[in-house]
Protein backbone atom coordinates (compact mmCIF):
# COMPACT_ATOMS: atom_id res chain seq x y z
CA UNK A 1 0.00 0.00 0.00
CA UNK A 2 1.36 3.79 -0.61
CA UNK A 3 -0.07 6.48 1.51
CA UNK A 4 2.70 8.51 0.25
CA UNK A 5 0.17 10.72 -1.57
CA UNK A 6 1.41 14.44 -1.36
CA UNK A 7 0.38 15.80 2.14
CA UNK A 8 -0.49 19.64 0.96
CA UNK A 9 -0.56 21.62 3.58
CA UNK A 10 -3.43 23.47 3.85
CA UNK A 11 -4.22 26.07 6.29
CA UNK A 12 -7.62 26.58 7.39
CA UNK A 13 -8.80 28.39 10.56
CA UNK A 14 -10.66 26.16 13.23
CA UNK A 15 -13.94 26.75 12.42
CA UNK A 16 -13.35 28.29 9.41
CA UNK A 17 -13.34 31.69 10.95
CA UNK A 18 -11.65 34.63 8.70
CA UNK A 19 -9.29 36.96 10.52
CA UNK A 20 -9.84 40.57 9.48
CA UNK A 21 -7.12 43.67 10.10
CA UNK A 22 -8.72 46.73 12.60
CA UNK A 23 -6.96 49.54 13.62
CA UNK A 24 -8.02 51.20 16.38
CA UNK A 25 -9.27 54.59 16.69
CA UNK A 26 -8.20 55.43 20.22
CA UNK A 27 -4.65 54.45 20.10
CA UNK A 28 -4.09 53.51 16.47
CA UNK A 29 -2.71 49.77 17.22
CA UNK A 30 -3.37 47.58 14.10
CA UNK A 31 -4.57 44.07 15.25
CA UNK A 32 -6.43 40.92 13.65
CA UNK A 33 -10.01 40.57 14.83
CA UNK A 34 -12.42 37.91 14.63
CA UNK A 35 -16.57 38.78 14.64
CA UNK A 36 -18.35 41.52 14.97
CA UNK A 37 -17.67 42.28 18.43
CA UNK A 38 -13.76 43.31 18.23
CA UNK A 39 -11.75 45.02 20.44
CA UNK A 40 -8.71 46.81 20.75
CA UNK A 41 -6.77 44.60 22.52
CA UNK A 42 -3.95 47.49 23.94
CA UNK A 43 -6.73 50.14 25.18
CA UNK A 44 -9.54 47.72 25.18
CA UNK A 45 -11.42 50.33 22.99
CA UNK A 46 -14.52 49.42 21.09
CA UNK A 47 -13.76 52.27 18.79
CA UNK A 48 -12.33 50.06 16.18
CA UNK A 49 -12.55 50.20 12.71
CA UNK A 50 -11.76 47.70 9.42
CA UNK A 51 -8.95 48.26 7.58
CA UNK A 52 -7.53 47.01 4.46
ZN1 LIG B 1 -6.67 50.94 21.20
Given at each position: MCFAESSVSVEIEEGGLVTEQYQCSDCSSKFRGIGKKVRC??????NVKKVG
Open positions: PTCDSS
